[in-house]
């Protein structure tokens, strides 16, 4: 069973800064990572697919990167709305489904 | 615009059956490459995927759960279904339904229902 690991767990930062976040899998997964944001009291929102590819309507200053088992998620600048906890989540073939990390929460400094 | 709206029970005794009821709406469940899922989160807690039904019918489970869990679909409504049973006070969380797509390769979850909280207790 591939398991993922987010680190920081808690990235405390200023509007308009740079969020860097990681996931690292414990095998490789090739490219088939996803991101997700989560609001209080929200559904989890698709960010990004296959490593690097944004989901419909997600803005450009979301962006993926990685393969195998380590990928960044990379905030190029914070807006007030991007304070939210983050997912990563990978699809596995045995046993099947899908697992995801325990998230990382971006908070306001 | 596919919408997923889940529906069912709010509270649950302990030892019984959960069951909720996810209806899709926007687009045919039939129709299409996709996993419709279900996928839990305690409160304060992370994401645990649940398990997931194929257009064909097909099942897969968490194997942590699989013992307890069916997953069901009901074509002519549109509505896919969970069932756990034998549940305890760990089994409350908020569940979600969703689809799964990129069945293939790159899956991932790009609808979720808003959630229903379900809460186990006497």
């Known amino acids: 069973e591939i398991v993922l690991t987010q680190s920081p767990a808690t990235l405390s930062l200023s509007p308009g800064e740079r969020a860097t976040l990681s996931c690292r899998a414990s095998?490789?997964?090739?490219?088939?990572l996803a991101w997700y944001q989560q609001k209080p009291g929200q559904a989890p929102r698709l960010l990004i697919y296959?490593?690097?590819n944004r989901a419909t309507g997600i803005p450009a200053r979301f962006s993926g990167s990685g393969s195998g088992t380590d990928f960044t998620l990379t905030i190029s600048s914070l807006e007030p709305e991007d304070f939210a906890v983050y997912y990563c989540?990978?699809?596995?073939?045995?046993?099947?489904?899908?697992?995801f990390g325990p998230g990382t929460k971006v908070d306001i400094k | 615009q596919v919408q997923l709206q889940e529906s069912g029970p709010g509270l649950v005794k302990p030892s019984q059956t959960l069951s909720l009821t996810c209806t899709v709406s926007?687009?045919?469940?039939?129709?299409?490459?996709?996993?419709w899922s279900w996928i839990r989160q305690p409160a304060g807690k992370g994401l645990e995927w649940i398990g997931r039904?194929?257009?064909?019918?097909?099942?897969n489970y968490n194997p942590s759960l699989k013992s307890r869990v069916t997953i069901s679909v009901d074509t002519s409504k549109n509505q896919f279904s969970l069932k756990l049973s034998s549940v305890t006070a760990a089994d409350t969380a908020v569940y979600y339904c969703?689809?799964?797509?990129?069945?293939?390769?790159?899956?991932?979850?790009?609808?979720w229902g808003q959630g229903t909280l379900v809460t186990v207790s006497s």
């Open positions: 296959d490593a690097s």
């Open positions: 039904i194929y257009t064909s019918g097909s099942t």
């Open positions: 969703a689809r799964e797509t990129n069945v293939d390769t790159a899956t991932s979850i790009d609808y």
């Open positions: 926007g687009g045919s469940i039939s129709s299409g490459s996709y996993y």
């Open positions: 989540q990978q699809r596995s073939n045995w046993p099947p489904g899908i697992t």
């Open positions: 095998q490789s997964v090739s490219s088939y």
